[in-house]
């Protein structure tokens, strides 16, 4: 079991930057990939980031690629969003989500943190 706690929401102008963090507690930090999904008003769930285990390879969706750079420290067991560049269309729900490697959903997810981009 692992549980999540995200923070590091907030308001910005476009073109600022947030870094989210998301903690984990529970077991073994290390064996899960993580990852990073948001969530605007009136739109599913998308998918935004993730890393692997050893934070060895990272995956952006198209829309974030060179603005958004997802990174974890297994010391901390944290897993960060560093986002740059935001936009107003970045604005939406983030949330945090761990899997287990050879499994394919994830099954861990917190509650959420709230990014607002003004234009």
């Known amino acids: 079991q692992v549980q999540l706690v995200e923070s590091g929401g907030g308001l910005v102008q476009a073109g600022g930057s947030l870094r989210l963090s998301c903690v984990a507690s529970g077991r073994t930090f290390t064996s899960y990939y993580m990852a990073w999904f948001r969530q605007a008003p009136g739109n599913g769930r998308e998918f935004v980031a993730a890393?692997?285990?050893?934070?060895?390879?990272?995956y952006y969706v198209d829309s974030v690629k060179g603005r958004f750079t997802i990174s974890r420290d297994s010391a901390k067991n944290t897993v960060y969003l560093q986002m740059n560049s935001l936009k107003p269309e970045d604005t939406a729900v983030y949330y945090c989500?761990?899997?287990?490697?050879?499994?394919?959903?994830?099954?861990?997810w917190g509650q959420g943190t709230q990014v607002t981009v003004s234009s």
């Open positions: 989500a761990a899997r287990t490697a050879g499994t394919i959903d994830y099954k861990y």
């Open positions: 890393i692997n285990w050893d934070g060895g390879r990272t």
